[in-house]
């Protein structure tokens, strides 16, 4: 059985606390999604997570896209390669995993609308324990401007 947790996080510097099955706590810090021009079918979403024993994160949703997969992006040589990992993302005990442009991200794809600057976007992130317990945990992630930067770089920067 899910637990349902929910939270708002209403500007990226507020973050939320989770309590999972098997006593894990998982911090999502300053989450957010990058706006998107009329037209544009995909984005991302961006935020930092942090859980105090081993997880994994196996699942996002949202209402605004009809597709939502984890992503994960790497240079190969002097390629760029976007990939969805279908096993998830590793959340290792005590340590801060990073959604950002050019490495871990969440994708919405097929978006049914735009996403404008200063709108909040609703996600939900599946978290699987050690167990395999899963929790639902629900935030709002705030739209942020299109050249918005996240860590290494801009997203436009990358070809997204």
Do not use: C
Request: a positive charge.
């Amino acid at each position: 059985m899910n637990r349902i947790i929910r939270a708002v996080a209403l500007s990226t510097v507020v973050s939320a606390a989770f309590i999972l099955p098997a006593q894990a706590e998982v911090t999502i810090k300053e989450p957010w999604v990058r706006a998107t021009v009329a037209q544009q079918k995909a984005t991302g979403a961006f935020m930092q997570i942090t859980s105090s024993q081993d997880a994994r994160l196996v699942e996002a949703r949202s209402p605004v896209a009809g597709v939502v997969e984890i992503h994960e992006m790497s240079m190969d040589k002097d390629v760029m390669r976007m990939r969805a990992m279908p096993g998830g993302l590793e959340l290792p005990g005590g340590k801060t995993v990073e959604l950002k442009s050019g490495g871990y991200h969440i994708m919405l794809m097929q978006l049914k609308q735009q996403m404008k600057e200063g709108a909040n976007v609703p996600l939900t992130l599946i978290v699987e324990d050690k167990d395999k317990k899963r929790s639902t945990i629900e935030i709002k992630a705030p739209v942020k401007p299109l050249v918005a930067a996240s860590g290494m770089g801009a997203m436009k920067k990358h070809g997204h």
